[in-house]
C-alpha cells in the first residue's frame, strides 16, 4: 500500500475531523449553513487523500477493498453535498412540489453517510488483516 507523505497525512486527518465536526454540528442544528460546507470539504480532502493511497500489489482480495473504499468515498462526498442542499434546498426547483423534494431528497445525506461510514469500517480493517496476511507469508 502506497504511504501519503506527511502533508498528505494531515490533510487526511484534517479532512476526517472536519467531517465529524460537520455532521455532529449540523446535526444538533448549530450553524448548519456553516458546517454543511465544513463537512463537504472534510468529505472532499478525506476522499482525495484516501484515493492517493493506492495499492500496487497483485492481490484480488485488497485490490477488490480499494475498489470498495472508493465507493465509499464517492458516499461521502455525495453526503456532503446533499447535506449543503438540506441547508440551502439548491436542488428544491428541480421537483414540481415540495411534498416530492423532501421525500426523495430532503436530509437524504444521512442514509448515504451511514452507508459510507459503514463501508468505510469494513474495508479499513480488512485491509488491515490481508496486509498482515501478507506479511506473515
Not at 6 to 22: P, R, W, Y
Not at 51 to 66: A, I
Not at 99 to 104: L, Q, S
Request: a positive charge; one cysteine or more; aromatic letters at 16%.
Amino acid at each position: 500500500m502506497k504511504q501519503l507523505n506527511k502533508i498528505q497525512t494531515i490533510v487526511f486527518a484534517v479532512g476526517g475531523v472536519l467531517m465529524v465536526i460537520g455532521a455532529g454540528c449540523f446535526a444538533f442544528m448549530w450553524h448548519q449553513q456553516v458546517v454543511c460546507w465544513l463537512f463537504l470539504a472534510g468529505a472532499v480532502m478525506f476522499s482525495l487523500m484516501q484515493s492517493m493511497q493506492t495499492y500496487e500489489g497483485s492481490d484480488f482480495v485488497l485490490r477488490r477493498l480499494k475498489r470498495i473504499q472508493s465507493v465509499a468515498n464517492i458516499f461521502f462526498m455525495l453526503s456532503g453535498i446533499l447535506m449543503v442542499d438540506t441547508a440551502f434546498m439548491f436542488f428544491r426547483p428541480i421537483f414540481n412540489s415540495a411534498i416530492t423534494y423532501v421525500d426523495y431528497l430532503y436530509n437524504k445525506w444521512v442514509v448515504l453517510l451511514l452507508i459510507a461510514a459503514f463501508l468505510e469500517i469494513y474495508t479499513v480493517h480488512r485491509i488491515d488483516s490481508e496486509m498482515k496476511k501478507c506479511k506473515n507469508k
